[in-house]
């Protein structure tokens, strides 16, 4: 079936750093969605990307999808103590006209004051 | 108030006892789902539903039932809960633009 992996699957960062960390997949997916999950929250969605090539940006945060439909990554500049927390990719696939989600494992970040 | 509604936000149970964890969501979709995380691990999919006659169990169902009583309402019931069973309980809805996570019950089984 369709795996995603996710990595780093943690980071230590100092405050200031930029991050970076991507998905890969081994199958082609139609659109890539980057979520936050602050601690003892839900995960909440902070970019969509639905074309291969598409660079996004939401304020710190930007994203790519790759040219191979398998690949995103997610950028954080400037990386500030609330930027912690557990960060997910998700693909989704269309098969005979019904959409499909797969969630990475997650990337967890810590950011040293 | 918020699109995904979970209750109750935290729960102790004792081993052998029946709990039932409960989501609703304003956001008019028909997929539902139920999530677990545990520490140091990703989501995984326990049960979903596509509408209100459709069940599908995910990676993880054993131990677990789900009952969607209508399009906005998704319920999961821990039939004779087990401390394994302790973890944070996501329930989301999903349209084609993406998912919607409520905040997450905490459930604590000893």
């Known amino acids: 079936g369709q795996q995603l992996n996710q990595s780093p699957q943690s980071m230590f960062i100092q405050e200031g750093e930029d991050v970076s960390m991507n998905c890969t997949s081994s199958?082609?997916?139609?659109?890539w969605l980057w979520y936050k999950q602050d601690p003892g929250e839900g995960p909440v969605l902070l970019i969509a990307l639905y074309k291969a090539g598409e660079l996004t940006s939401n304020g710190r945060l930007t994203a790519q999808f790759g040219i191979t439909r398998k690949d995103s990554f997610l950028n954080i500049s400037a990386s500030i103590p609330s930027d912690v927390g557990i960060y997910f990719c998700a693909g989704q696939s269309l098969t005979s006209g019904t959409y499909k989600y797969i969630f990475g494992t997650g990337t967890r970040l810590k950011v040293l004051a | 108030d918020a699109d995904v509604t979970q209750t109750p936000r935290n729960r102790i149970t004792k081993t052998g006892k029946r709990i039932m964890l409960e989501c609703s969501q304003t956001k008019g979709h028909d997929r539902m789902y139920w999530y677990r995380q545990d520490p140091g691990l990703g989501l995984r999919l326990i049960y979903y539903s596509f509408d209100v006659k459709d069940i599908n169990k995910g990676e993880i169902s054993d131990g677990y039932s789900v009952s969607r009583q209508a399009q906005a309402k998704f319920s999961l019931s821990l039939e004779s809960a087990i401390p394994n069973q302790t973890a944070l309980y996501f329930c989301a809805t999903s349209s084609f633009s993406g998912y919607t996570f409520g905040s997450g019950t905490r459930l604590t089984v000893v």
């Open positions: 199958s082609i997916f139609n659109t």
